[in-house]
């Protein structure tokens, strides 16, 4: 036997998975989630499944938890051939452009960039540390969200400011779901059964954190997120893109960083408007006549159409439009939205295709719409294993 196990931490949870590189098998996975909280929560499901309350301080404590998992299942995760850990990791700055090998200078770099993703590098770094210290002897593999976006030309990552107050402060934009972008758009092309290198293609990755990207012949070349996963489209519970000028005004206005900071990434988005930032819970408000939850759907489908605008024009034209995360995978009506009334670009809908509750990657487009238009799950564990393998051999 021989795993890979996927270290997905998030802000406030860990994702793991044991993978078989060659066949893409999943032995075992589980969540722990509610890090920090007063009650958290384990859900293992290896050889059975189960569900428990914890209590985890922070990730290093989550991480413990899900190796007592395995533990009480008979099934110790020391004993389960695991020949390398892949481990995502939020922000790599400039200097992570590709999956790196983790090393003591690693593990410290990823934890500094922490200035630039306090809500994720640090709980990541902490991953890592445990991990390393119950795994000393197999490589460990940092795989980046921000990598895949450091081919983006200087004109999509510069903010207009202060070129020596920006390099001071590392303010640019990074971009966020790099390697949900990265599966996605070279799923798409395999499914299609044509050369990602001949493809432009835009990803709408719409889950609860959202972003586009603009990805030419493989490459990407301008995302929605930036210097932090807040900018762009409208999130389950961020706002995406706002006047900096408000902030302003609202600092101005009585609120400190702290209130903004829980304003814009905790109180915003769909949340925001309904008390919700589920999109399930926002469609049957919107359909039992609460206006609020309408103005939500129409501020974000506008907001994905303008990336989408955008990019289209960016790209100089468009092969492939590709839905992908929670709400592009399954809110039919959300993606029918997006595509209204733009024939005139090539891009041509088909309503039962779309409406048709498949699984898996497929088309949507009309019969001999100019643009591809797709539905690919993402599958960033997946990825993270492949990168993995990539690098170790
Ligand atoms: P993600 O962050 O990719 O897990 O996506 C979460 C979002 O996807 C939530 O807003 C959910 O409402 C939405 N979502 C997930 N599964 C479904 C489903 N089966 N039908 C409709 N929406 C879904």
Redesign the pocket.
Known sequence: MNHILVINAGSSSIKYQLIDPTSGERSAAGLVERIGEAEGRIVHRGVREEERAVVVPDHGAAFDELVAAFARQGAPIEGLGITAVGHRVVQGGEEFVAPTLIDDAVAERILELGALAPLHNPGQYQAIVAARALFPRVPHVAVFDTAFHQTMPPSAYTYAIDPEVAAEHGVRRYGFHGISHQVVSRRAAEFLGRPLESLRQIVL?????ASACAVDRGRSVDTSMGLTPLEGLVM?TRSGDIDPGALLHLLRGGYDVGGLDRLLNGRSG?LGFTGS???????AAADAGDSQAALAIEVAVHRIRHYLGAYLVELGGLDALIFT???????AELRAAVCADLEGFGIRIDPERNASPERGARRIGAEGSPVEILVVP?DEEAEIARETLRLVG
Do not use: I, K, P
């Open positions: 990755h719409l889950g609860n954190g389950g769909l930032n589920d999109f399930r819970d926002v469609r995360a929670g709400v592009g995978e399954h809110q993402t």
